[in-house]
């Protein structure tokens, strides 16, 4: 019989590779919280028309990428493929926004893509979201609050921050017909995918890949051209905010984002250390939004980073020490049967008293050779040893399995009182 496989794009998370995640999720948590964001956590399934008012009936990931599906009642259902709707779809329908409140979010999401690397069907996203204030202050805290995430995560050499302003309704609608009016003018010289886009979503033509497109678009008008004088002055005030904090950023004309909800502020982290997806983390204003899901008028701004190209990016860097990869600070090993009662007696003691502490109770029998080279491939810094010698004498033997113990001053291993245990592994996890 065959082995049933994963959904092609929609991956496993090793062990290897959960200690990461979990680096990055710890690590995202502390700060947002620091900052005042309260976590929201959000249903995987809408109803369909979330989606359709939200995102735009044009855009690529209403046309062709959402995982859509009728439940037993006929109602059209959808997995989500990005966050942002959902939000605003709590936040009005729970009362969330009779003050400016700050929220963040976390979880899987699902576009039906071509799997490559960093970029998958189903993915994973954090997402910051800030509703009630209309000012410029909010888009740079939000910044700002990712640059100091990637110093956390030590990539803030490895990512560079892009924004543009893309105005008002009325300004981004004027800019849309003048650049159509000059593409339409060279449609022959467009590559095949943007001149689909030209008439249902020609903004998203500005992001285009293809170098001919790209050298084509040099002599476009730009966004700048049409921006009306509210979108203007708070494109400037966010850049004096940017450069007061010493934060530095690259006006790029041609960054659009592929939602149609945005307006004014877009923003993206990119890196070149990806490949092609070279994004990790985006957003921007979209002050219309709230009113067009069924709430009151209400100014909001956002931004999500995906998980995938940062755990990947961490890893090019070198931001993940091998030390993250232990599943363990304390191995316990013990042969003969009144060695596994002695130390399964002493760890229970030891948790107890050093809840802090990962340790592994070595299980399955074995000889004392086999388990040593299990305690060692867990990435415990110490081995706590029980034998005949050990139960005899009441005591258990420590053992230092990694270099940096030695190059500490501490001997290879010492016999240890079973009463002075705790004490002396809580002296060692102190260092």
């Known amino acids: 019989m065959s082995h049933i ?9 090793l062990p290897d590779d959960t200690p990461h995640w979990r680096l990055l999720e ?63 779809r709590a936040a009005v329908q729970q009362g969330l926004l009779g003050v400016p409140r700050r929220l963040w979010y976390a979880g899987p999401m699902f576009r039906y893509e071509r799997p490559q690397k960093g970029r998958q069907r189903q993915f994973h996203q954090i997402g910051v979201e800030s509703f009630g204030v209309a000012s410029p202050d909010m888009d740079a805290e939000h910044l700002l609050l990712c640059a100091r995430l990637w110093r956390a995560l030590g990539l803030g050499d490895s990512v560079e921050l892009q924004i543009n302003s893309l105005g008002s309704s ?13 593409l339409e003018a060279r449609v ?15 903004l998203r033509i500005l992001d285009s890949k293809v170098p001919q497109t790209q050298a084509l678009l040099d002599g476009a008008p730009t966004m700048a051209d049409y921006l009306d004088e509210e979108s203007s002055t708070d494109f400037a ?45 985006g957003g921007g204003r979209y002050d219309a939004l709230v009113e067009q899901l069924g709430g009151k008028p209400t100014p909001a701004v956002g931004f999500a980073m995906g998980m995938e190209r940062l755990v990947l990016l961490m890893a090019e860097t070198g931001a993940i020490d091998s030390a993250d ?11 003969g049967e009144a060695a596994q009662l002695a130390s399964l007696a002493a760890i229970e003691s030891v948790r107890d008293q050093l809840p802090e502490l990962a340790i592994v109770q070595h299980t399955g029998g074995g000889n004392f050779k086999n388990q040593l080279k299990k305690a060692d491939r867990s990435g415990a810094r110490v081995a706590l040893i029980w034998g005949e010698d050990e139960v005899r004498s009441q005591s258990v033997t420590l053992k230092f399995l990694r270099e940096e113990a030695a190059q500490e001053g501490k001997s290879g291993q010492q016999a240890v009182p079973r009463e002075q245990l705790e004490s002396t592994l809580r002296a060692v996890f102190a260092d």
């Open 325 to 335: 990869k232990a599943l363990a600070d304390v191995y316990a090993v013990a042969v």
């Open 237 to 281: 005030r966010l850049c004096e905010l940017l450069q007061a904090a010493g934060q530095a950023y690259v006006v790029n004309p041609r960054l659009v984002r592929g939602l149609d909800y945005y307006n004014k502020t877009v923003y993206e982290w990119v890196t070149t250390r990806l490949g092609a997806q070279g994004t990790v983390c």
């Open 188 to 202: 022959d010289d467009l590559d095949e995918d943007s001149r689909r886009r030209l008439q249902s979503n020609p």
């Open 5 to 13: 496989q994963a959904v092609r794009g929609m991956n496993d998370i």
């Open 26 to 88: 710890q690590t995202v948590s502390r700060l947002l919280a620091s900052y005042g964001y309260g976590e929201i956590r959000l249903p995987v399934v809408e109803k369909t028309e979330l989606f359709r008012r939200s995102i735009g009936e044009v855009t690529d990931i209403v046309e062709r990428e959402m995982y859509s599906f009728d439940d037993r009642n006929g109602d059209s259902l959808t997995l989500r493929p990005e966050g942002t709707a959902g939000c605003v």
């Open 170 to 182: 009325a300004a981004r609608q004027a800019y849309r017909s003048a650049l159509v009016s000059y």
